[in-house]
């Protein structure tokens, strides 16, 4: 009877094969095909909601979410002087929140931010963005001694300090950007694999099925609470690349 009990191990959870291009550098799996999709869907619905004379309800679900960027985002984070930023930010929002809602999607029931490929390239964005603003904004020679000679530190211990905060801001801040979206995307997915493998095996395994509501019920629990964090994670990626803008704005930070 319990013998039944096998759950796939962790590669079945985070490899996929791929649909071509076997063993070479354009092969193309399940996540090349979510993250596609991540880019292609938002592009669609605001071609839809351009062409849209008359509010619809892709145009309302596409205005809330420009307001929600600007207003949740950017003038938290920045202020109105950030609002030139809108686009980048807005998309990295759909882009994040669509590569994580595949995860409840039937036949897909993955998301895409669980591998660590498209969590480093949007850490990449936000860590050049961060840079290319503060130079702008402040010359090379000013953003590099804003970053990392924090004003009023005794000059003995400058060295230390400055490699602290060269460490912290150049390479841990995008490392913590990728790292916090991947590790929470995985957890969730897993999670969810977990309940379902589980839901599937109790139904043929005789006694064991009487707790199989149970399970159903924190299956279905979970995919509620991994849409929230699906949205929420899209809004925490979002949010903390404005706030590094606004910090590359500053003289001092």
């Not at 076997?22 to 071609?47: E, H, R």
């Not at 629990?221 to 500053?250: D, H, K, N, P, W």
Request: proline share 6%.
């Amino acid at each position: 009877m319990f013998a039944a009990l096998k759950f796939p191990s962790i590669d079945n959870l985070v490899v996929w094969p791929n649909y071509f291009g076997d063993g070479q550098f354009y092969a193309f799996n399940k996540i090349a095909l979510i993250s596609v999709l991540a880019v292609i869907l938002p592009t669609i619905m605001f071609m839809l909601a351009k062409r849209d004379m008359v509010p619809t309800g892709v145009q309302n679900i596409v205005e809330g979410t420009v307001e929600f960027v600007e207003k949740q985002v950017i003038l938290s984070a920045i202020g109105p002087h950030g609002l030139k930023y809108l686009p980048l930010l807005l998309s990295i929002f759909l882009f994040v929140f669509f590569g994580n809602i595949f995860e409840v999607i039937p036949t897909f029931q993955m998301p895409a931010n669980a591998r660590m490929a498209n969590p480093v390239i949007l850490a990449i964005v936000a860590w050049v963005t961060f840079m290319a603003v503060g130079i702008k904004a402040q010359g090379f020679g000013g953003f590099m001694k804003s970053s990392l000679m924090p004003p009023g530190v005794p000059k003995a211990l400058l060295p230390l300090v400055s490699t602290i905060e060269f460490i912290s801001t150049f390479l841990l801040r995008p490392f913590g950007l990728a790292v916090r979206l991947f590790a929470n995307m995985l957890a969730g997915h897993i999670l969810l694999v977990t309940f379902g493998v589980l839901c599937i095996t109790l139904w043929q395994v005789g006694p064991l099925a009487a707790i199989l509501p149970l399970s159903f019920a924190m299956l279905v629990g979970l995919t509620g609470f991994e849409i929230m964090v699906s949205l929420i994670q899209a809004f925490v990626f979002s949010l903390l690349t404005a706030v590094y803008i606004s910090l590359s704005l500053s003289a001092h930070h």
